[in-house]
């Protein structure tokens, strides 16, 4: 392997040499042309670099293209540099605008976009006046995409190329999908992908961390087309059911359940009869604080996360349902106590 | 190709266009522009000295002189513009654009609409690619705590937070010297040295209940180090409780959700989790919630603790029937 900054020496001579030229190169010219391919002793190991190196700078950017006089050169294809494709267009960025791209740049926590992101800016400064990164201190959007499926899935989704993986459901049952994925997106701090599942021939978004082993492409690029104007959001989030407007009243320990106080309508300080319902002897009393049910199913979890500081009186099916809850943990708990007392 | 080889070939093509423009430009300056070492851009200049068009005689190749402190540049037509964006380029560049937009209250907006529509342009047919990529940063925190937040830390004011702790169940009170402001993809994060710990400490912003920028310096101590960016949020240490729970198939999302260390099928789509925490105040409230979906399996006092607690709650229902 040639050191890197020998192999940066060699595709900046190729750019230039297919930059200069106004005819197409053959790949015998280019050999000859930059000087560092005499390192090649044979002609093999020379295809090969050169394979290499037109994939890397196509990676850069660069408009490599391929053809012939046709009248010349009958078997073999020329190279050269599509000028007319290969510079950025004639734009100039302020420095409040290069210092945005400098915070935009450093969203990706990934290696495959962070690169590709700080390379970009890069290629723009050189548009650019005299930056002042200083002047956007103190706020910082990260994004990370931790999940194993989310390199071949972007580059999928890149390209519009189907792809097949094993997917596990949120009741835990894995099978075989098979999509053409149209965007990635991340919500709440998921990703999930988007696209078209052949199988169902339906719209399918997919949780990333629920993709288990390889993604592999079962289709060419550009295999399909997208459909226009996607909302990722609205893809992602299922059908929103209409909010359960009913206001519930529970009874809160002094100080405690204090996420529920936040967002409480209204919060009645324990009287000295203390509200309605509420065994009152001895202890701290209660407070009677209400709240929007929104989802009757959440809420009860919600409330039975509290355990003994918050008690539901009403509506009803609330009540009942933070019973059922408590009662389904202190069996679970008692079952665990019970596997861990046998083993012993 | 290695990243580092190709965001080097990437800039000197930029550097190149960059400097024709500037002949006579100050080394210092340009490095800071390029965001590189003196040392490094001396290297660039080394290694474009060497390159040229086909023929390599002196006359074919690049021009570079330096030796003043001053940079001229000549004989690099070829390359006298710079390189356009390829498609991930874009697509990371636009994306992350679109991601910042969302950050509310943003001072620079007018300079972010402004570049969002130039880095269009420049994108050319990649831009359209950029729509694979989408990231919804979340709204989890109210705009006026995320504002004081960021005032906080831009001048270097101490902040007073009335912060919930939902683990524990409580609303503390802390002074708090604000070292930055993040977003790890979902929620809102203040990353500063608190005065109630002594430490730097990270708090959602999502549950500030009160803040109040103080008229007091808050430039935090300088052994006060925030956490590295490229590093996990949460980092495990020696002092870490180790749990261990049973998950229902219901309740698998619990292992993506938290971090844990450990993970074993055990059929029909339940999973045995181990992980670590600093705290596991949070264990017993999580057990209770998902009633019976998630059993603690050790240690046993958090077992305990679980079924003590719901045969307690029940108890009081028993107790204050609704219409008792």
């Given at each position: 392997m040639a050191p890197p900054a020998h192999r940066t020496e060699r595709l900046l001579n190729l750019v230039i040499c297919l930059l200069s030229t106004r005819s197409w190169l053959t790949k015998e010219q280019i050999r000859a042309a930059v000087p560092q391919y005499a390192e090649c002793a044979t002609t093999e190991a020379f295809d090969r670099m050169f394979e290499r190196d037109k994939e890397d700078l196509r990676e850069l950017g660069v408009p490599l293209v391929t053809g012939s006089h046709s009248s010349w050169f009958e078997d073999e294809q020329g190279y050269r540099i599509d000028r007319g494709a290969y510079a950025l267009p004639d734009l100039e960025f302020s420095a409040e605008e290069l210092a945005v791209l400098g915070l935009a740049s450093r969203v990706w926590q990934q290696a495959s976009l962070a690169g590709p992101a700080a390379r970009a800016l890069v290629k723009l400064k050189a548009l650019g006046v005299e930056t002042d990164d200083e002047s956007l201190v103190g706020v910082e959007p990260r994004v990370r995409a931790a999940e194993p499926a989310f390199e071949p899935l972007y580059a999928a989704t890149r390209d519009r190329a189907a792809v097949t993986f094993t997917y596990r459901t949120r009741d835990g049952e894995a099978s075989r999908r098979r999509i053409e994925p149209w965007v990635l997106t991340s919500r709440a701090g998921h990703w999930y992908v988007v696209g078209h599942d052949r199988d169902r021939d339906a719209r399918r978004s997919f949780r990333l961390s629920r993709i288990e082993g390889p993604v592999q492409r079962v289709g060419p690029a550009g295999g399909y087309e997208v459909p226009p104007d996607l909302e990722p959001g609205e893809l992602v989030l299922p059908t929103a059911e209409p909010a359960d407007e009913r206001m519930a009243l529970v009874l809160v320990r002094p100080d405690r359940g204090v996420l529920l106080r936040q967002r409480a309508v209204m919060v009645e300080p324990a009287g000295p009869a203390g509200p309605a319902g509420a065994a009152q002897e001895d202890g701290p009393g209660w407070d009677a604080v209400h709240v929007v049910v929104r989802d009757v199913r959440e809420l009860a979890q919600e409330l039975a996360g509290y355990g003994p500081d918050v008690i539901a009186v009403e509506p009803p099916d609330l009540r009942e349902r933070v019973i059922g809850v408590l009662g389904g943990a202190l069996q679970g708990s008692t079952a665990a106590e019970v596997a861990a007392g046998s083993a012993v | 190709m290695t990243a580092a080889s190709a965001e080097r070939l990437s800039r000197l093509l930029a550097m190149v266009p960059w400097l024709l423009q500037r002949q006579g430009v100050g080394l210092d300056e340009a490095a800071r522009h390029f965001g590189i070492t003196q040392a490094q851009l001396v290297k660039d200049l080394e290694l474009l000295f060497v390159c040229?068009?086909?023929?390599?005689m002196p006359d074919d190749l690049i021009e570079a002189d330096w030796e003043s402190g001053q940079v001229f540049l000549g004989n690099a037509d070829a390359i006298a513009r710079p390189l356009r964006l390829s498609v991930d380029e874009a697509v990371a560049l636009l994306a992350g654009l679109r991601t910042l937009a969302q950050v509310p209250g943003l001072h620079e907006r007018a300079a972010l609409e402004s570049a969002l529509t130039k880095l269009s342009a420049a994108a050319g047919d990649a831009a359209v690619s950029a729509s694979a990529l989408s990231v919804d940063l979340g709204r989890g925190s109210r705009e006026d705590v995320l504002s004081a937040a960021r005032d906080g830390v831009r001048r270097h004011r101490r902040l007073h937070l009335r912060y919930l702790v939902p683990s524990r169940d409580e609303a503390t009170e802390r002074d708090v010297d604000p070292m930055r402001v993040l977003n790890t993809g979902d929620r809102w994060y203040l990353e500063g040295w608190c005065h109630r710990a002594e430490a730097v400490r990270l708090f959602r912003l999502d549950r500030v209940v009160e803040i109040e920028v103080l008229d007091a310096d808050g430039t935090p101590p300088p052994d006060a180090v925030g956490r590295d960016a490229d590093e996990r949020l949460f980092t495990p240490s020696a002092e870490d409780v180790v749990v261990t729970i049973d998950l229902e198939p219901a309740a698998r999302w619990v292992a993506t959700y938290y971090p844990v260390e450990h993970v074993v099928e055990l059929g029909d789509g339940r999973l045995r989790v181990t992980l670590r925490a600093a705290s596991a105040d949070w264990v017993p409230r999580l057990a209770l919630r998902l009633g019976g979906e998630l059993r603690v399996v050790t240690p046993p006092q958090l077992a305990g603790e679980v079924r003590r607690r719901a045969d307690e709650a029940l108890a009081a229902y028993a107790e204050a029937s609704p219409n008792g």
């Open positions: - | 040229g068009t086909p023929g390599h």
